[in-house]
Nanobody
Framework: VQLQASGGGLVQTGGSLRISCVPS????????MGWFRQAPGKEREFVGA?????YYADSVNGRFTISRDSTKNTLFLQMNNLKPEDTAVYYC?????????????????????WGQGTLVTVSS
């Protein structure tokens, strides 16, 4: 199983970008798919997830939107009003399960499958 993330790039502060995650070899249409990010020198952190509902980190809520395509197997992250602090490698994560609590969606250890990441750089 592979999770292929794409769409990262360089964007100016206030700009928008959409990144995608396409699984191969498995379908997660009934499971959870989400995004985490890791900035240089920092720990990996939760960005958002789609499972029983949609969940977002406070730092991106209102600016980022998670969605899936009609098959529910391709994950998108629409990022608007980007800030320099959004600069990071964004990782797609997935699991066959859905979780019962918001806190569970934010924990990287809950996700069994991970992609290789796509770099998003926001210039000031």
């Amino acid at each position: 199983v592979q999770l292929q993330a794409s769409g990262g790039g360089l964007v100016q502060t206030g700009g928008s970008l959409r990144i995608s995650c396409v699984p191969s070899g498995h379908t997660f249409s009934r499971g959870t798919m989400g995004w985490f990010r890791q900035a240089p020198g920092k720990e990996r952190e939760f960005v958002g997830a789609d499972g029983r509902g949609k969940y977002y980190a406070d730092s991106v809520n209102g600016r980022f939107t998670i969605s899936r395509d009609s098959t529910k197997n391709t994950l998108f992250l629409q990022m608007n009003n980007l800030k320099p602090e959004d600069t990071a490698v964004y990782y797609c994560a997935a699991d066959d399960r859905t979780f019962r609590t918001r806190n569970s969606y934010t924990q990287a250890t809950q996700y069994y499958f991970w992609g290789q990441g796509t770099l998003v750089t926001v210039s000031s």
